[in-house]
């Protein structure tokens, strides 16, 4: 369930961290089963489908206000680093985890 964010900016700052890094890690794994619908297996644009099918969810979830192209280099960014590190747990949580830090990352800056 997408959180509401459209009764004020106090209402987004309420939602934590962890309820934002929650409702994306489900949202990553939506997008992860309509791609395999769709493509039954591997897919080298994969990031850039993931990024277009998730988009206008994950602005809800989000600061930055990123960019289509800024979603699709973190979801890159964020694979290389799960291949890379090989964390124990299920790879929608560790990106969603990694995206929202570098979420709050680009809203710093």
């Given at each position: 369930?997408p959180?509401?964010?459209?009764a004020?900016?106090?209402?987004?700052?309420a939602?934590?961290?962890?309820d934002r890094q929650n409702e994306?890690?489900?949202?990553?794994?939506a997008?992860g089963?309509?791609?395999?619908?769709?493509?039954?297996g591997p897919n080298?644009?994969w990031?850039?489908?993931?990024a277009?099918?998730?988009?206008?969810?994950?602005?809800?979830l989000?600061?930055?206000?990123?960019?289509?192209?800024?979603?699709?280099?973190?979801?890159?960014?964020?694979?290389?680093?799960?291949r890379?590190?090989?964390?124990?747990?299920s790879?929608?949580g560790?990106?969603?985890?990694w995206?929202?830090?570098w979420?709050?990352?680009?809203?710093e800056?």
């Amino acid at each position: 369930m997408p959180v509401d964010t459209s009764a004020s900016s106090s209402s987004f700052e309420a939602v934590t961290d962890r309820d934002r890094q929650n409702e994306l890690r489900h949202l990553m794994g939506a997008a992860g089963r309509a791609h395999h619908a769709v493509y039954g297996g591997p897919n080298p644009g994969w990031s850039r489908w993931y990024a277009e099918w998730m988009y206008g969810q994950l602005l809800e979830l989000t600061e930055s206000d990123p960019a289509v192209d800024t979603v699709q280099a973190w979801l890159e960014e964020a694979d290389r680093r799960y291949r890379e590190e090989e964390p124990a747990g299920s790879w929608p949580g560790h990106y969603a985890t990694w995206i929202i830090e570098w979420d709050a990352d680009a809203t710093e800056h």
